[in-house]
């Protein structure tokens, strides 16, 4: 199958050093397009890069055939409108050869690429790896925005959700799609049970954006409340409570902030890690169409997993421990595993490889 796969994304050997990217985000799109072309797919690739790239590395955002880069090079209203008007001509030029066309988010840059998927009659999927509904918000220019983006989403063919409630958002009869993500299947193999040495303090980790969003405020809190000295916290990733990491780490030699990692660097402190840890805060609108999809990550990981409950925790409950939001504390349980309760961790984490939930996504 020939596929057109648009969304906001860079290769994976620059995400860290570029600022404003999600490096979740990030992943996930090329792990989709890397694992379309092991399946044996052709697929074709447009990237809006709305964000100020270093201009070091714009090298590596080189045009082909099948590969096209939209980059804003002005944040005013002029240099969106000459890069939208770009990236539309360029998925008009790659879409009529195309089988089908995928769309990761809603972005303003590809509001009108349903209704082009339909005008040349080829299939439209959209992942909603990220929503939030107008209920969301306070500013009116924000509210309008997510309305607008709720009438794109009724647009597609087939909607992709990583969250259950996604489906609420659906016109009646179009084809829903639950999928939380996926793992890699390199990713999967690179770990192996190690034996927890005698006597070593116990590694809880959070990875990901450093947000108020994804809970990273509790976490400081709960470790603030906790006096336990066989701990310790490493936290890596970026975002706007990055200073109040700092301090917490000045603060208290229990925490480590290890900065935005490389892919390679993510992996090693997963390793070392013996419990990982998310703590998104659902209390807060903007997660009810989300799913943290770290998650899956975890699971592959064999390593416990301490979390609040997501939207759809139930199918992980003999695998994750979870806690209520007004009990941080918690999450500093001493919990390791042993190498049967890994193996079985693994064995359950293997049915989100990305060959699997790809299959699904095409309906084959």
């Not at 620059?14 to 990217?21: D, G, H, L």
């Not at 909607?159 to 996926?182: D, H, P, Y």
Request: proline content about 3%; hydrophobic content about 35%.
């Amino acid at each position: 199958m020939r596929i057109l796969f648009c969304g906001i994304m860079v290769p994976e050997e620059i995400e860290y050093q570029v600022k404003n990217i999600s490096a979740a985000g990030n992943r996930f799109q090329n792990n989709v397009i890397k694992n379309l072309r092991l399946m044996g797919h052709e697929v074709l690739t447009v990237s809006y890069v709305a964000i100020p790239v270093p201009e070091k590395l714009r090298n590596t955002l080189e045009d082909t055939e099948d590969k096209k880069y939209i980059i804003r090079e002005s944040s005013g209203w002029r240099g969106t409108y000459q890069a939208v008007r770009k990236c539309r001509k360029a998925v008009g030029n790659l879409i009529k050869t195309t089988d089908c066309v995928i769309c990761y988010n809603i972005f303003y840059s590809y509001y009108f690429l349903p209704q082009t998927a339909k005008k040349y009659l080829k299939k439209s999927l959209l992942i909603l790896a990220d929503f939030s509904g107008p209920e969301s918000f306070k500013s009116v220019g924000r509210k309008v925005y997510a309305r607008l983006q709720a009438k794109i989403l009724q647009k597609y063919n087939v909607v992709i959700g990583l969250s259950a409630n996604t489906e609420k958002r659906l016109k009646k009869g179009q084809k829903f799609i639950l999928m939380e993500g996926g793992i890699d299947q390199e990713f999967y193999d690179s770990f192996t049970y190690q034996e927890k040495e005698s006597g070593a303090p116990t590694i809880f980790m959070y990875s990901g954006l450093l947000s108020r969003v994804t809970g990273v405020d509790l976490l400081l809190e709960a470790m603030k409340e906790n006096r336990d000295q066989d701990i310790r916290l490493v936290i890596t990733g970026k975002g706007d409570l990055e200073q109040p990491v700092r301090d917490a780490a000045q603060k208290d030699d229990r925490v480590e902030y290890k900065g935005h990692l490389t892919y390679k660097e993510y992996i090693s402190e997963l390793q070392r890690a013996d419990v990982l840890v998310n703590p998104r805060n659902m209390e807060l609108p903007e997660n009810q169409n989300n799913f943290p999809s770290k998650i899956l990550e975890y699971l592959a990981t064999g390593k416990r997993i301490v979390s609040t409950r997501f939207v759809g925790w139930e199918r992980f409950r003999d695998h994750i421990e979870f806690i209520e939001m007004n009990s941080p504390e918690k999450i500093f349980f001493k919990i390791i595993n042993t190498k049967e309760e890994f193996q079985a961790e693994r064995i359950y984490a293997k049915r989100y490889l990305w060959s699997d939930q790809l299959k699904r996504l095409l309906g084959k």
